[in-house]
Every structure is written in C-alpha cells, then in structure tokens.
C-alpha cells in the first residue's frame, strides 16, 4: 500500500490560523496532504525536500499517516456540494464565508492560490472580498478547469 499522510486537528487548525507560522515551503506541503495522495503524487507537484517536509510535519504533530484503500486512491468519491455562500447574500456571516472561501481556494489550488488566499483573509468587507473571489475562479480554472471554476462561482459569487 502506498504512504499517505493526513492532516490532524493541529495540522488544520495551522491551515486555517497560521499560528505556528510555518516556513511557505512546509505550509504548502501541509495543504497538499489530504489522505488520498500519495507521496509519489506529491513528488511531482513539490520540487524539493519533500521527505524533510514531512518528517517535520510528523515532528510537529501537524500530520499522521493514513491508511487509505485502494479503490479509494484510484477514485475518489466526490463530496456533496455546499449551499451557495456569497459574502454578500442576505443573513450571511461574513467572516464564516470567508474562511471557507479561503479553505477552498486552499485546498483547490495548494501553493497557487497561496496569494490569493492570504489577501482573502485580510478582506475586511464582502466589497473588498468580491474582486478577489473573481481572481481565485480566474485561478481555479487555470488548474481544475472550467467545472471547478462554475462550482466555485456558484458556490461563492452567487447573485
């Protein structure tokens, strides 16, 4: 069975707050663990000291190993779609919206979106958030396509 690694309440929690201000490069590799991939996948999307990485996340308790079956890494079941949550809708908590805008760009988009997302969670208003939504679907649909990026606007950016 290949190794695969995941994130534990710690490592989401970092994810999410940055409270142990990880290195960019650890960071990255934390949000590309997820249980499913593989650390041969991995290899190809992180360029250098993966295994470094690693062995510092595990130190760190940010990560455990994962015990994945097969099937499960050849094909994933896709999870249900959220209800639309656009910053700016009726009722909305803004600040709910916007960590979960800035998970999904995280999770969709690894060390691209990095950017993106650190300027989503310094958005103090839907109408700074707004524009940046825009960029991100631009992103997302660089990397994950054009039904990545309907899903997020719809998810999002709804009217």
């Known amino acids: 069975m290949a ?14 707050t ?5 290195t960019p490069r650890i960071r990255n ?20 000291g993966l295994d470094e990485n690693i062995q510092l996340l595990l130190d760190g308790d940010f990560i455990e190993p994962a015990v994945v079956p097969e099937r499960q890494r050849l094909a994933p079941r896709p999870e249900p779609t959220p209800p639309p949550r656009a910053p700016d809708a009726p009722g909305a908590d803004f600040l709910a919206v ?20 650190i300027k989503m969670e310094r958005a103090q208003s839907a109408a700074e ?5 825009a960029t991100a ?4 649909q ?6 990545a990026a309907q899903a997020f606007r719809e998810r999002f950016m709804a009217e």
């Open 129 to 133: 958030l707004r524009p940046l939504l």
């Open 137 to 140: 679907s631009q992103l997302i």
């Open 29 to 48: 590799v934390l949000i590309l663990l997820d249980g499913v991939r593989t650390l041969d996948s991995l290899r190809a999307m992180v360029n250098q």
């Open 3 to 16: 190794t695969t690694y995941r994130k534990t309440p710690k490592g989401f929690a970092e994810v999410e």
């Open 98 to 117: 916007r960590r979960d805008v800035v998970r999904v760009v995280n999770e969709q988009l690894g060390p691209v979106g990095e950017n993106v997302a």
């Open 18 to 22: 940055r409270a142990h201000r990880l």
């Open 142 to 147: 660089s990397v994950g396509g054009a039904q």
